[in-house]
């Protein structure tokens, strides 16, 4: 059974970093493009990062520029270090792959508030 399991978000004043983290199970993880998208209060899913096995990446435009994707395929690991941050990054993040139909993990929340 596949699953990504979120973590590292919080609250964070604006202008501040995070650094979030996705363990992948039961995928043979390098063969895969992975993704982290978001869902803001109110909204839909939207997709943020990409990142395909071999490390070539692709940003939604608000975020260029302020997000960094990557990944450890030794770990299984997907990551989103995310910096100067606004209020219109708060969301849950979730991470997947656009690849095949997996079910969503829990996500994380990250609220970004003074």
């Known amino acids: 059974q596949v699953q990504f399991v979120e973590s590292g978000g919080g609250l964070v004043q604006p202008g501040g970093s995070l650094r979030l983290s996705c363990a992948a199970s039961g995928i043979i993880f390098d063969k895969y493009v992975m993704a982290w998208y978001r869902q803001a209060p109110g909204k839909q899913r939207e997709l943020v990062a990409t990142i395909t096995s071999e490390g070539y990446t692709s940003y939604t435009n608000p975020v260029k520029g302020r997000f960094a994707i990557s990944r450890d395929n030794a770990k299984n690991t997907v990551y989103l270090q995310m910096s100067s941050l606004v209020a219109e990054d708060t969301a849950v993040y979730y991470c997947?792959?656009?690849?095949?139909?997996?079910?969503w993990g829990p996500g994380t929340q990250v609220t970004v508030s003074s």
């Open positions: 997947n792959t656009p690849q095949i139909n997996v079910d």
